[in-house]
């Protein structure tokens, strides 16, 4: 089962920045948050991902609370295209462990 | 990151016919894995797969149902046997990043069983 809680849907202006968060109060100390999007009818797209500092790189940023139970993905400019479903997932660093997708965050960037 | 193809992109297939759905990475991954996205659904992962030895599933999917072949590096196929209408679903494939530990998604075989 999916160790991660996101609100089902959200609404974002086209331009403004998306906030979309996810609880992960069972995480443990050895497991990273991972974002992933999926775009309709496309494969999952990694966005980013961090243990407890916060990361920012060319697609997003990720603010993780210092307790570790909760994370937002900060998309800093919503364009249409990133009207996606946005997936929070906890795993350990390794890549050989496979992602477990939550229902995820139906973001909608409007016009 | 390597890129990564699936073949067929969609089919739509009789009830009790097999389809064998082809993963390719344009480099050498170790890991690969198959998911299963049942319409309206988030991915479910049928299975992991690794080069040499067989693959390993998770539960509620059996080998007899969706048989994997890992036969190198770069290539992988699922097979979706005797299927019927609850079959229909989007398959994908997707291989893990040794470096990054990212894991990269195909785009998906789209299957209607009709």
């Known amino acids: 089962d999916a160790k991660t809680t996101q609100p089902p849907s959200m609404d974002c202006a086209e331009g403004r920045a998306a906030n979309l968060p996810c609880n992960h109060s069972?995480?443990?100390?050895?497991?990273?948050v991972y974002w992933y999007r999926q775009i309709h009818s496309q494969g999952p797209q990694y966005i980013i991902h961090g243990l407890k500092n916060n990361e920012t790189n060319e697609m997003a940023s990720l603010i993780i609370t210092e307790d570790r139970k909760s994370s937002t993905l900060i998309l800093p400019h919503a364009t249409l295209r990133d009207t996606a479903v946005y997936y929070c997932i906890v795993r350990l660093s390794s890549g050989n462990t496979p992602l477990v997708f939550g229902k995820g965050t139906r973001l909608s960037v409007i016009a | 990151s390597a890129v990564i193809s699936q073949k067929p992109s969609r089919d739509i297939c009789q009830r009790g016919t097999s389809l064998t759905i082809q993963c390719q990475v344009d480099?050498?991954?170790?890991?690969m894995f198959w998911y299963r996205q049942q319409p309206g659904q988030s991915l479910t992962l049928i299975a992991t797969a690794n080069q040499g030895s067989e693959a390993t599933y998770e539960s509620g999917f059996v080998i007899d149902k969706f048989p994997i072949s890992r036969p190198n590096l770069t290539f992988s196929t699922l097979t979706v046997s005797n299927m019927s209408p609850e079959d229909s679903s989007i398959y994908l494939c997707?291989?893990?990043?040794?470096?990054?530990?990212?894991?990269?998604f195909g785009p998906g075989t789209r299957l209607t069983v009709l």
């Open positions: 480099s050498q991954v170790t890991m």
């Open positions: 069972t995480i443990s100390g050895n497991e990273y």
């Open positions: 997707a291989y893990a990043s040794a470096i990054s530990k990212e894991q990269f």
